[in-house]
T-cell receptor, first 115, second 113 residues
């Protein structure tokens, strides 16, 4: 059983460029989450999908951020017109429909550095 | 809304000594509680969780935690730490039918020989 997979693991981009991260959840997990973590802080919730439906978005998710999960499997997180404040680790996670309480399994994260 | 406070930002400890990481939560409804560990430049790995039942929860790598409802705490303990336990530890809370987690700010554990 493979875990949550994220790509790329590291991305350096110039301010103003667009970046996209991909997440492949654990197979058969119907819930998928995106979190953001800055240095010295705990992860902060960004958004959540159940199958292909995006059910909740945090206020942290500005208009420059968009997430999709088109077929209820993998997901992408796109950041448009990146700013230096977007530099962080973007964590993807997934959880099954039932049987685990609210147990969420995280990927290795995608580091974004905006220069 | 629920929230988590981790009372110690840094905990230095000698190898083979015990360690306790303190976590308090705030919620108006019943909670699920979790401890995750994060090694440098990696994602989060689940150490243990409390969903219901016995208040003493055992996890991986010799860690355990005790849920105390009256004190709204979920402290993490290990009787004897190893150098490899050096990492960041996060306490997290969620509630029934709210599938996202709220995390504390983390506790950095540094184990010295």
């Amino acid at each position: 059983d493979t875990g949550v997979s994220q790509d790329p693991r590291h991305k350096i981009t110039k301010r103003g460029q667009n970046v996209t991260f991909r997440c492949d959840p654990i197979s058969e997990h119907n819930r998928l989450y995106w979190y953001r973590q800055t240095l010295g802080q705990g992860p902060e919730f960004l958004t959540y999908f159940q199958n292909e439906a995006q059910l909740e978005k945090s206020r942290l998710l500005s208009d420059r951020f968009s997430a999709e999960r088109p077929k209820g499997s993998f997901s992408t997180l796109e950041i448009q017109r990146t700013e230096q404040g977007d530099s962080a680790m973007y964590l993807c996670a997934s959880s099954p429909r039932t049987g685990s309480g609210n147990t969420i399994y995280f990927g290795e994260g995608s580091w974004l550095t905006v220069v | 809304a629920q929230s988590v406070t981790q009372l110690d930002s840094q905990v230095p400890v000698f190898e083979e000594a015990p360690v306790e990481l303190r976590c308090n939560y705030s919620s108006s409804v019943s909670v699920y509680l979790f401890w995750y560990v994060q090694y440098p430049n990696q994602g989060l790995q689940l150490l243990l969780k409390y969903l219901s039942g016995s208040t003493l929860v055992k996890g991986i790598n010799g860690f355990e935690a005790e849920f105390n409802k009256s004190q709204t705490s979920f402290h993490l303990r290990k009787p004897s730490v190893h150098i490899s336990d050096t990492a960041e530890y996060f306490c997290a809370v969620s509630v029934l039918n709210d599938y996202k987690l709220s995390f504390g700010a983390g506790t950095t554990v540094t184990v010295r020989a």
